[in-house]
């Protein structure tokens, strides 16, 4: 008989404890949206920027959740970002919906079953072809958008989008006070989803999909109707923000199809980074930024410089990269922990959960 | 009737052709309920091609695979698991990024239902914690089940291995080459966890180790080329004149 | 009918020769290149400057937009893409994602935003009235040149050392390796002469496919699809998905004008649905 070396018992309260603690909104989290919120009173008269970055930040978490969960490349979040703000569009045009929220959640709807219908195609074959299969969908939109000019308004956008005030009350103005917080609210609300389902157990099964998909089958996980859901759920996302974009700015034009559009997706999230639910946020504004700066050094060139942070950022490595923004998140982490319980004294947490739960 | 002479798991007839080659033929391999089964052979016997068909892996090109009583021949992977039947890989295929709480986690809630279950948190129902730490207890990870799986040490890792399988609660365990590559330091607790898993669950176990198949196994069946070779009690398979040629690769008389 | 026939393979063909080089770079090293359109480009306005500027005749430009091109595949290879072999497909597109952007805006300051034109030759103005079927004597000249290099290059990949060293590689890198070919400068040399083919398909296309700066990106769905439907085990995959998408775009979109462009997405899509891997691809998934 082997003697065993003594082993300290697993206690259920501490395993209980610790998945608990795991998911909790760290301190960093809830400054960052005091922050977000905060932004509506501190910087009055950037509301149009301020609006396209939430927009911008819901778009990336959207591809967030399909290629930081579960691993699939997407070069066509466009597609659902486009049909539901054409959607979005023509439903206000025509006054088939009259209450943005109401038609907000229809166009992600739309989107959604989009991503549905298309997930079966997306889920075969090799890295290419889903690069493939996902550009091409929302290429061949953008065609037919282009082709039914007579609906979509063709090269010159939809024109004529009246869209009416949110729950009869607060009507888009032209300062974009109403608009930005209407989206701030919507990206909070789809934010906490996102959240929410991060750290379920359908969560946890994604990312043991995108860890060993060959494992996850063997452990009785049903590998193809997860990644179809989460597919599904992202598209919805990629929607409700294309619906935003046509709402808050009466206007939706082709553009919204286009690769450049994807293209910049992927920059954003690679800026911030994936995987955390926080890279699309944080990298939207970081992105918003860079735009905002380069157009004013060079207005017509955009385009060269961020051909050239995509070329840097790839050779010098996003694991590299990757390293510096954990360095950097979790340093800012430990100073922003220690200033919060000075401020809000609690008992120590124990160690395990990073601060922001991962 | 003797409930033991019942197999849980049969195959009949498999076979998988790649191209112009025979990886398994004529595989009939029938397994009791509660055995402790070791499927021997030399290098390419095609023993891991057996375990790939029976878990649906690999997709036969004749035969049929019964599971207690059930044709699951055409049944897709993960069915299988929910059908009562679970495996480790001779290679470790964990979730490195995952901590192993998680990862026992992940298969448990699988199991009890809620894997689909995108609102609640992990770690809400009191069953499948209580179940996470019976399984991290059994399987002596209790010290490092808050370490991502990519940094611990071998001998644990494929603790975790077989631990994945195991909280599937199989009813019959298929082992790939367990204790493969496992340092000397880390056998004893890995051999010792091997052996105490529970008697009604069956084990298929494929091995190397010719001390830990005859003291662990009560039935060998020996495959030779993708064929059956012997299949028998440990002590006719150890006395077999054949066996012995196989292994030490003198030719066979006709 | 027949006139969209010839068309149509005039256009696959000049397809074809833009994304061979696109296929066999992806079955060699695995690597996505989306910014293959981006040497087409160059090879356009390489030949717009030499003929239209510079003056030289038709029949040299071509060659020498070649030649340019393939000695800027090899040197943006040695010096840039080597780095990000061994990355992740997600960075290899990023990588020539931004690749195309820098060259995008690098043409549009330099050349203008505004399509361009070659002068051709008055010779091959005009067409030929063959049994009733109008042939444009300029795609004649398309499916010729294609033509002879589609031989070409399918008698280099059979019957040359350079060629089975080639198809070694493709078939396993690790193994060639073993074998002591230099699968570094074989990969380099099928580089540069691809990307010099995309420049030549870019010469002669200019007057087909409408040459301006946002050429990479409105083409680089054609080329991708090419090698997705066409597999990239070998060149005759590619060369008959090219024939196909050409007639089946130019049929399209003058029978069915509303949807025309529609139709090679919908043939992508159907055959991707039936075979994933690609029309031609072998059985053995990479």
């Known amino acids: 008989m082997v003697t065993m070396a003594a082993v300290t018992p697993v206690l259920a309260g501490d395993v209980a404890a610790y998945l608990k603690r795991r998911a909790r909104w760290s301190p960093l989290e809830i400054a960052f949206w005091i922050f977000a919120f905060a932004s509506i009173w501190l910087f009055p008269g950037k509301y149009l920027i301020l609006k396209d970055t939430a927009i911008l930040a819901l778009f990336a978490l959207s591809l967030d959740l399909i290629l930081g969960y579960a691993g699939i490349i997407s070069l066509g979040q466009a597609a659902f970002f486009g049909i539901a703000g054409y959607f979005a569009g023509l439903i206000a045009k025509y006054g088939i919906i009259n209450e ?14 989009l991503g549905f219908v298309t997930s079966f195609l997306v889920l075969r074959g090799s890295d290419l072809t889903r690069l493939m299969v996902t550009l091409g969908v929302s290429l061949m939109l953008g065609e037919i958008a282009n082709r039914y000019a007579n609906i979509t308004g063709g090269a010159d956008g939809l024109q004529g989008v009246d869209v009416a005030p949110i729950l009869g009350r607060w009507r888009f103005d032209l300062y974009g006070h109403n608009g930005y917080v209407y989206c701030l609210i919507v990206l909070f609300v789809c934010f906490v989803i996102a959240r929410r389902i991060v750290y379920s157990p359908f969560g946890l099964s994604l990312r043991s999909v995108k860890g060993n998909a060959l494992r996850a089958a063997a452990i009785g996980v049903p590998v193809k109707w997860r990644l179809v859901a989460i597919y599904t759920v992202s598209a919805g996302f990629a929607g409700i923000a294309g619906a935003l974009l046509t709402q808050t700015t009466a206007f939706c034009s082709l553009d919204v199809f286009s690769l450049e559009r994807s293209a910049d997706l992927l920059l954003v999230l690679i800026i911030g980074g994936t995987g955390y639910l926080y890279g699309g946020l944080i990298g939207a504004v970081i992105y918003k930024f860079l735009q905002d700066w380069i157009s004013n050094l060079t207005p017509q060139y955009w385009q060269f410089w961020i051909g050239l942070v995509l070329v840097v950022i790839v050779l010098v490595g996003r694991e590299r990269m990757a390293a510096w923004t954990v360095t950097v998140r979790a340093a800012v982490g430990l100073i922003g922990a220690r200033a919060w319980s000075r401020v809000w004294p609690r008992s120590p947490a124990r160690g395990g959960a990073a601060p922001d739960g991962r | 009737m003797d409930r033991r002479a019942v197999p849980i798991l049969e195959t009949i007839g498999l076979e998988k052709r790649f191209g112009g080659i ?28 057996v375990i790939n068909l029976l878990t649906g892996v690999l997709k036969p090109t004749a035969g049929r695979i019964v599971l207690e009583g059930r044709d699951i021949t055409d049944t897709a992977p993960h069915e299988r698991v929910r ?3 679970a495996r480790t890989f001779q290679i470790n295929q964990l979730f490195l990024d995952l901590t192993p709480l998680e990862s026992i986690g992940l298969v448990v809630s699988e199991r009890l239902g809620s894997g689909a279950d995108w609102w609640r948190l992990v770690g809400t129902k009191s069953a499948v914690i209580d179940e996470i730490v019976e399984i991290v207890e059994r399987f002596r990870l209790g010290d490092v089940m808050h370490e991502r799986t990519a940094i611990l040490p071998y ?31 880390e056998r004893h607790e890995l051999l010792a966890t091997i052996e105490a898993l529970p008697a009604e669950v069956t084990v298929l176990l494929i091995e190397h180790d010719m001390d830990l198949v005859f003291s662990f196994a009560d039935r060998i069946s020996v495959l030779v080329n993708g064929a059956l070779f012997v299949d028998g009690a440990p002590d006719e398979v150890a006395r077999d004149p054949r066996v012995k040629a196989v292994y030490l690769g003198e030719e066979l008389d006709a | ?18 994304a061979c080089g696109l296929s066999v770079t992806l079955g060699l090293m695995n690597f996505i290149n989306l910014a293959h359109g981006a040497f087409a480009m160059a090879g356009g306005y390489c030949t717009v400057i030499l003929v239209n500027r510079l003056g030289v005749p038709f029949a040299l430009g071509v060659p020498i937009a070649f030649l340019v091109t393939a000695l800027l595949g090899g040197l943006f290879e040695r010096t840039l893409y080597v780095h990000v072999y061994a990355r992740s497909h997600l960075d290899q597109v990023l990588f020539t994602i931004g690749l195309v952007f820098m060259s995008v805006a690098a043409v549009d300051y330099t050349m203008g935003s505004s399509q361009r034109f070659v002068q051709i030759p008055d010779a091959l103005q005009g067409q030929f009235d063959v049994l009733g079927v109008g042939m444009g004597k300029y795609r004649l000249l398309i499916i010729v040149i294609c033509g002879l290099l589609t031989v070409a ?3 280099t990949l059979a019957k040359t050392r350079f060629g089975s060293r080639l198809r ?33 398909g870019g010469a002669l296309g200019a007057e087909i496919l409408g040459l301006d700066p946002t050429f990479p990106l409105r083409y680089m769905i054609y080329f991708l699809i090419v090698v997705t439907v066409g597999g990239t085990s070998g060149l005759v995959g590619p060369f008959l998905a090219s024939i196909l998408l050409g007639i089946g775009d130019v049929a399209g979109k003058y029978y069915v004008p509303t949807l025309g462009a529609f139709v090679i997405y919908a043939i992508m899509i159907v055959v991707l649905i039936w075979r994933p891997q690609g029309l031609f691809a072998r059985a053995t998934a990479r």
């Open chain 1, 100 to 113: 943005p929220i109401v038609a907000l959640i229809c166009a992600g709807a739309v989107a959604a079953a």
């Open chain 2, 22 to 49: 025979l990886a398994a033929q004529n595989v009939n391999l029938s397994v009791k309920k509660g055995a402790r089964h070791a499927l021997i052979g030399p290098n390419g016997a095609g023993k891991t091609t």
């Open chain 2, 83 to 85: 059908l009562g039947m």
């Open chain 2, 155 to 185: 001998g644990k890792q494929r603790l975790l291995e077989i631990a994945l399988a195991f909280a599937c609660r199989p009813r019959v365990l298929l082992l790939d080459e367990p204790a493969a590559g496992v340092p000397e330091a």
């Open chain 3, 1 to 18: 009918m027949l006139t969209i026939l010839f068309d149509g393979v005039a256009y696959g063909m000049l397809l074809f020769v833009l």
């Open chain 3, 153 to 155: 290059l399918q008698l």
């Open chain 3, 168 to 200: 070694a590689a493709v078939d396993d890198q690790r193994v060639a390796r073993g074998l002591g070919i230099n699968v570094g400068a074989v990969f380099g040399i099928t580089f540069a002469v691809g990307s010099g083919l995309a420049g030549l």
